[in-house]
């Protein structure tokens, strides 16, 4: 059991020790590829120095100009370093109007990387937004993510980043330089629209609801040939003067629906009445006169017991009673 708890602790003691070693050697590697760069750089310039004054070819370095602009020499950027979203830079040195600037070795996850004359010109400065220069300042690198890309210099591409805002105007943009994905969501306002530029194509089907549509902008042109079923209809909303002349068909009319207050005075003539339609109970008293009765019409059958007295009789006799 013990001799078990003791090769167990010796492993630890093992993975520790190879865990040490590793991160030691790794720092060690990284800070002597540093230290040796430095040397290198300081060697090449006392050499290329002795060089000129020994009327011999040389170089001519940063250290012997007297530029108006920042020159950054003897540099190194690492990526993702010393983690990943990170960029270090070791062994720079800034040459501004005569003087030579060593810089502080460092690393930052900020977006920009900048160097200030009036601030700490011995250290670069760093933040997340796009800092504000004078023009002894100057941008030095833009970190996209833990890769570096230097903007200080001529020649080198330029990063979108460091794009002063509101600097690209109308007459920077090529003609469709800005396509769909250019244009953030929401980002089409109605003061961009101009007159007419949506049309039906542009819009998606169920697009247009209720809300969308203004007071009186559906106009007899805009409904289609039998858009307008009944469901469609308020109640009471066809009034008479929506019905055209002669519209109202047979067919059209409920069993039962023409009561006597929809017949006009008058209405009713001798060809609407059918055959045997007016019996004895559509006749008034009295309404049948003499010229309602036809000639013959009063036959024997129809005259009452006693109903004939004498002043009805037109006979050329003399009767006795």
Not at 130 to 158: A, F, T, Y
Not at 241 to 269: C, F, M, N, Y
Request: proline share 1%.
């Amino acid at each position: 059991m013990k001799k078990r708890a003791r090769i167990k602790n010796n492993r630890m003691r093992a993975a520790i020790r190879q865990t040490v070693e590793e991160a030691v050697n790794q720092a060690f590697t990284e800070g002597f590829k540093s230290v040796l760069h430095d040397i290198t750089y300081r060697i090449d310039s006392l050499m290329n120095m002795g060089r000129m004054q020994a009327g011999m070819s040389h170089k001519i370095t940063s250290e012997m100009l007297n530029l108006a602009m920042p020159v950054l020499d003897g540099f190194t950027f690492t990526d993702n370093s010393p983690a990943a979203g990170s960029v270090a830079w070791a062994d720079c040195n800034i040459m501004y109007k005569g003087t030579k600037y060593t810089i502080t070795n460092g690393d930052t996850t900020d977006k920009y990387i900048y160097w200030m004359l009036g601030t700490t010109p011995t250290t670069f400065q760093t933040s997340n937004t796009k800092p504000v220069l004078s023009d002894d300042d100057i941008l030095i690198c833009v970190n996209n993510g833990g890769i570096h890309q230097l903007v200080i210099g001529e020649g080198r591409m330029v990063d979108g980043a460091i794009l002063l805002d509101g600097s690209i105007g109308s007459g920077e943009l090529g003609s469709g330089a800005v396509t769909t994905s250019k244009i953030a969501s929401q980002a089409i306002t109605n003061g961009l629209l101009a007159n007419d530029a949506v049309d039906s194509s542009n819009i998606v089907s169920g697009a247009v609801t209720e809300a969308k549509i203004g007071s009186g902008a559906v106009v007899a042109g805009k409904i289609g040939a039998g858009a307008v079923g009944e469901t469609n209809i308020a109640s009471n909303a066809v009034t008479d003067g929506k019905i055209a002349d002669g519209a109202v068909k047979e067919g059209k009319i409920s069993t039962g629906a023409v009561t006597e207050t929809k017949l006009g005075s008058g209405a009713v003539t001798t060809t609407k009445l059918a055959d045997n339609a007016v019996d004895t109970g559509k006749i008034n008293n009295g309404a049948v006169s003499s010229s309602k009765i036809a000639d013959g019409a009063v036959i024997g059958a129809k005259i009452g017991a006693g109903q004939v007295a004498t002043d009805k009789l037109s006979i050329a006799s003399h009767l006795l009673f």
